[in-house]
């Protein structure tokens, strides 16, 4: 899966109303439009949620339990599973 770029942008937070404010060189075509911005630590965090539910999948799928090793091996990925979803939940993040 192809990942979009991220582009991050200096910029400066008031700390009462939160107005944010990237001021840039004007080339003289300038359009403003809407835009979403996320706090680049938000993004980091979601990032390492992102790479360490993808290990779990990969290991998942790599893996090949020893025979009569299905149900251990089934209860192991369950119990790393409910970390990850655990940890998810103590950031707020569900």
């Known amino acids: ?3 979009a770029m991220v582009e991050r942008i200096p910029a400066w937070q ?3 109303c939160g107005k944010l404010e990237a001021p840039r060189p004007c080339i003289g ?5 809407p835009v979403e911005l996320v706090a680049a630590a938000d993004y980091d965090a979601l990032q390492e949620r992102l790479q360490r539910s993808e290990a779990l999948l990969r290991q998942l799928v790599l893996a090949t339990p020893r025979d009569g ?8 990925f369950q119990q790393q599973a409910r970390q990850l979803l655990a940890e998810s939940s103590a ?4």
């Open 29 to 33: 075509v300038c359009q403003d439009r």
């Open 69 to 76: 090793a299905w149900q251990r091996s089934y209860q192991h």
């Open 91 to 94: 950031f707020g993040a569900d």
């Open 1 to 3: 899966m192809k990942r």
């Open 14 to 16: 008031c700390i009462g």
